[in-house]
Nanobody
Framework: QVQLAESGGGLVQVGGSLRLSCAAS????????MGWFRQAPGKERAFVAA???????IYAEAVKGRFTISRDNANNTVYLQMNSLEPEDTAVYYC???????????????????WGQGTQVTVSS
């Protein structure tokens, strides 16, 4: 079914910015929520940001004011703009799709059924 592919990761110094992209292999339904998660070595996968069908977004406390999630439905792409990066942002970042219609974006990993392979983000101190 749907395949997701992340890109845009890399090495950046503290305070820098990156924009991650997630491209879907086929058109995503307008009722889906899209999310970003991250996983650092030795830690569990953690919620970062999500955007639902109506444009409502939610962010993890650690990234509020620094990260912005957006989507381009026409191009089947979701983005994560990351500013003011910190060493603790270092992780593999995954995009994911939640196919269940929700008025509140999901923040749990089990709510997402499609996942990308991840892209590495490294922030040097």
């Amino acid at each position: 079914q749907v395949q997701l592919a992340e890109s845009g990761g890399g090495l950046v110094q503290v305070g820098g910015s990156l924009r991650l992209s997630c491209a879907a292999s086929e058109r995503t339904l307008s009722t889906w929520s899209m999310g970003w998660f991250r996983q650092a070595p030795g830690k569990e996968r953690a919620f970062v940001a999500a955007l639902n069908w109506s444009g409502d977004s939610i962010y993890a406390e650690a990234v509020k004011g620094r990260f912005t999630i957006s989507r381009d439905n026409a191009n089947n792409t979701v983005y994560l703009q990351m500013n003011s990066l910190e060493p603790e942002d270092t992780a593999v970042y995954y995009c994911a799709a939640d196919t269940f219609l929700r008025n509140r974006p999901g923040v749990r990993t089990y709510q997402y059924v499609y996942w990308g392979q991840g892209t590495q983000v490294t922030v040097s101190s």
